[in-house]
């Protein structure tokens, strides 16, 4: 249940890319019950239909076209599909990833090209055709990416999209500067894990990982796929009108622990804290 009023969305046209599951399934929904009109693209077209059935059960329509965002004629063919369909999109959410967790030494060029083309060439291909038809058009536009903490810190294992996303942040930012004056808008949100089909069972593959990594989240749970688009309803809306080159995190306070030289003493025992409080000088 949405904390929005129903018709917050209205007027806007939704793109989202990746949304035949997960986040991107879960954003479309969100936005759609708000009001808007949603477009959605994805590389497997029965999930494509499965999002779009879920809409249309509560009276909205949702378009969708099957299109893998690293190639740019499928891109321009979805586009010139919407159009013809609803009209140019409005709001553009850059949302399909793809990601491995590896050893850097283990991975060969074809599989950070997967990576890096779905998450930085994916996101460049729609950005720069839509961008450009609003700026010619003096049509205002809202970007949203979807990125990740290590974007700007980066990490190992999963470095493919590491540097795919930190491309994406530094294009938010960089546009949010060069376009706000077309009344071009970009944002981005910085998830942390959100349990999905497509994520947890990759980035957290065995239980040992997923204690790993709700043990160092301060509210010792993940994110939810609802909180997100709640989130990202607010982000794509008018209410957010102002805000522009922004990254707003939503991690349960994941970032900040791992950034405290002495978070880490959370796993001290009681018995521990008692030793540490008996050699206090008086
Ligand atoms: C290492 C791998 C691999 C793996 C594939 N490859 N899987 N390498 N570890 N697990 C290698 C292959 O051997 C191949 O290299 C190259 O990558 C391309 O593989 P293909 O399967 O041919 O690629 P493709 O069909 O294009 O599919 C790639 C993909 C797919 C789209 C990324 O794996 C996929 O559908 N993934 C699901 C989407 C996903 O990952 N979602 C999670 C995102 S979560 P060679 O050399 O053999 O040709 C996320 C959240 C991050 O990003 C935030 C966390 C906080």
């Known amino acids: 249940?949405?904390?929005?009023?129903?018709?917050?969305?209205?007027?806007?046209?939704?793109?989202?890319?990746?949304?035949?599951?997960?986040?991107?399934?879960?954003?479309?929904?969100?936005?759609s019950s708000l009001g808007a009109t949603v477009s959605i693209v994805g590389r497997r077209e029965e999930k494509l239909k499965e999002t779009a059935e879920i809409i249309s059960r509560n009276g909205k329509v949702c378009y969708y076209r099957k299109c893998d965002?690293?190639?740019?004629?499928?891109?321009?063919?979805?586009?010139?599909?919407?159009?013809?369909?609803?009209?140019?999109?409005?709001?553009?959410?850059?949302?399909?990833?793809?990601n491995?967790?590896?050893?850097?030494?283990?991975?060969?060029?074809?599989?950070?090209?997967?990576?890096?083309?779905?998450?930085?060439?994916?996101?460049?291909?729609?950005t720069l055709e839509l961008g450009k038809s609003w700026i010619s058009a003096r049509r205002p536009?809202?970007?949203?990416?979807?990125?990740?903490?290590?974007?700007?810190?980066?990490?190992?294992?999963?470095?493919?999209?590491?540097?795919?996303?930190?491309?994406?942040?530094?294009?938010?930012?960089?546009?949010?500067?060069?376009?706000?004056?077309?009344?071009?808008?970009?944002?981005?949100?910085?998830?942390?894990?959100v349990p999905t089909e497509g994520s947890v069972s990759r980035l957290a593959p065995t239980e040992e990982i997923q204690k790993m990594l709700i043990d160092r989240?301060?509210?010792?749970?993940?994110?939810?796929?609802?909180?997100?688009?709640?989130?990202?309803s607010y982000l794509i809306s008018d209410a957010?009108?102002?805000?522009?080159?922004d990254v707003v995190t939503i991690d349960g306070g994941e970032k900040q622990w791992l950034s405290g030289q002495f978070n880490f003493l959370d796993a001290l025992t009681p018995e521990q804290w008692a030793l540490i409080k008996s050699l206090r000088k008086e």
């Open 217 to 232: 989240i301060p509210m010792k749970r993940y994110c939810t796929a609802e909180e997100l688009a709640e989130l990202a």
């Open 1 to 31: 249940m949405s904390i929005f009023k129903e018709d917050m969305l209205k007027g806007k046209h939704v793109l989202i890319t990746g949304a035949g599951s997960g986040l991107g399934r879960q954003m479309a929904v969100a936005f």
């Open 69 to 98: 965002v690293r190639n740019i004629d499928e891109v321009r063919d979805a586009l010139s599909y919407f159009a013809s369909s609803a009209g140019e999109p409005n709001v553009l959410v850059n949302n399909a990833a793809g």
């Open 100 to 126: 491995f967790i590896s050893r850097t030494e283990d991975l060969s060029f074809n599989a950070f090209n997967a990576v890096i083309g779905i998450v930085m060439q994916g996101t460049l291909h729609f």
């Open 240 to 245: 957010a009108s102002f805000i522009n080159g």
């Open 141 to 193: 536009g809202t970007i949203l990416n979807i990125v990740a903490g290590y974007a700007s810190t980066g990490s190992g294992y999963v470095v493919p999209s590491a540097i795919a996303k930190a491309g994406v942040l530094s294009l938010t930012r960089s546009l949010a500067a060069e376009w706000g004056k077309y009344g071009i808008r970009s944002t981005a949100i910085s998830p942390g894990i």
